[in-house]
């Protein structure tokens, strides 16, 4: 098989990912071009054809000779051919070798549909394995702790879509609570705010006695019906059961709008895993993968010195 790397104009990638009837969000050219303006990257978007026809497609960000991914909130939007088989590491393997030969170092956060990691490690990437939550609205019932929790009374109100300006500064403030570089709390507003504008994200508000106390903004996925809460206002500890009214506001409006599936993040710390475990999602795996041609290299010299060095003993 002859496959060949192309890197796709706007205009190609959309005509293709019409051509294959992949909607997703994470190509969608309005979410990735949020985060060239954010964070000041280049997109890729690529494409590994056999012949006339593709096999896979790929979207990344590139700030020089490096692969790099913007945020934690980021997935890559990965295509691949059901019937590929067999090839699928073939074709996995004439991507990484091309893209090594363009970048010194690469960084990808793999979709869930992406959990075979095998050639990355083979062609010297390290990987860790992360895990999120799935929430799927198929009438499970909640853990009955929270709905011991939600059988309270509470005098909290709700708003969707509505004072923007709150949002993001209870947001910042929050971020800035955690010690994050005033770099990276800028580029991360600046990326929702774009967001925003092209009406790609919701946001869900908390109230009491008409005052705004936190926010769940999510990004809406309608055309797969899927929904992402990448961006959580804290809540203060004094508000008892506020979280899990929050929550389960934001989960029954966006059951209303058609969604099945929603992504809650959160899985990989302790204390808010335990929470987000209570809304009885399902626990699922991702990758993320890196590499290094520095680190390839001196892996390299190293056990050349110790080939050396053992020729010398002997």
């Not at 890729?44 to 896979?56: E, F, N, Q, S, T």
């Not at 949002?167 to 800035?176: A, C, G, S």
């Not at 580029?187 to 919701?202: D, G, H, M, P, V």
């Amino acid at each position: 098989m002859s496959f060949e790397y192309k890197e796709l104009t706007t205009t190609v990638w959309s005509e293709v990912r019409n051509s294959i009837n992949n909607h997703s969000i994470f190509g969608n050219l309005d979410y990735l071009t949020c985060f060239e303006k954010a964070y000041h990257f280049d997109k890729k978007l690529v494409a590994i054809y056999d012949g006339d026809h593709p096999y896979l497609l790929i979207s990344f960000f590139v700030k020089k000779k490096q692969i790099v991914c913007p945020n934690y909130h980021f997935f890559q939007f990965v295509w691949e051919r059901e019937d590929l088989s067999w090839r699928r590491l073939m074709i996995w393997e004439f991507l990484l070798t091309e893209l090594k030969n363009k970048y010194r170092h690469i960084h990808f956060r793999l979709p869930i549909s992406v959990n075979d990691v095998r050639i990355f490690e083979w062609e010297g990437f390290n990987y860790r394995l992360k895990h999120t939550y799935i929430k799927v609205f198929d009438d499970k019932p909640y853990h009955q702790n929270l709905k011991r929790i939600l059988a309270k009374s509470n005098t909290y109100t709700y708003t969707t879509n509505t004072d923007w300006d709150k949002v993001w500064h209870r947001h910042e403030v929050d971020m800035r609570s955690f010690m994050l570089s005033h770099s990276f709390v800028a580029n991360a507003i600046a990326y929702f705010k774009s967001l925003q504008q092209q009406k790609l994200i919701t946001t869900y508000n908390r109230y009491k006695d008409g005052l705004f106390l936190s926010s769940i903004v999510a990004v809406v996925d309608s055309a797969e019906k899927k929904a992402y809460f990448p961006l959580i206002g804290k809540i203060d500890v004094s508000q008892s059961g506020a979280s899990a009214h929050l929550y389960d506001y934001t989960l029954a409006q966006l059951k209303k709008e058609g969604i099945v599936t929603v992504d809650l993040y959160g899985a990989n710390i302790k204390t808010i895993a335990r929470f987000k475990h209570k809304f009885e999602p399902k626990l699922t795996t991702f990758f993320e993968v890196r590499y290094s041609a520095r680190q390839i290299m001196a892996l390299s010299l190293i056990n050349n010195i110790k080939a050396v060095v053992k020729k010398v003993i002997r």
